[in-house]
Nanobody, 124 residues
Framework: QVQLVESGGGLVQAGDSLRLSCAASGGTFGTYGMGWFRQAPGKERDFVATISWDGSSTRYADSVKGRFTVSRDNAKNTVSLQMNSLKPEDTAVYYC?????????????????WGQGTQVTVSS
């Protein structure tokens, strides 16, 4: 089973940018889809973005479309989430997720492995 470790979270102001990274180990990274989810205080964990095994396809939640960009580097076993024009409502714990297959992952039931999460706080 693949192990995932996120990094890059922090406290920023509204309008700022932040880049999250997720390092994978223990699996064949280039064969499965990857995704990002987030969980705000008192709310359920929600889908944010996903990318296919080869990086050719991506999908985003409507709330982040046009502001966030997901990418991956299969040579380095990493997936990243570039977050621009951050808003206070983007405040959450962000989780990296590996899919059970090569397809993109948009639902928790499609996730095979989770990272431990990284906190992103956006102040107004």
């Amino acid at each position: 089973q693949v192990q995932l470790v996120e990094s890059g979270g922090g406290l920023v102001q509204a309008g700022d940018s932040l880049r999250l990274s997720c390092a994978a180990s223990g699996g064949t990274f280039g064969t499965y889809g990857m995704g990002w989810f987030r969980q705000a205080p008192g709310k359920e964990r929600d889908f944010v973005a996903t990318i296919s095994w080869d990086g050719s396809s991506t999908r985003y939640a409507d709330s982040v479309k046009g502001r966030f960009t997901v990418s991956r580097d299969n040579a380095k076993n990493t997936v990243s989430l570039q977050m621009n024009s951050l808003k206070p409502e983007d405040t959450a714990v962000y989780y990296c997720a590996a899919a059970r297959s090569s397809l993109m992952v948009t639902k928790e039931t499609d996730v095979g492995s989770w990272g431990q999460g990284t906190q992103v706080t956006v102040s107004s």
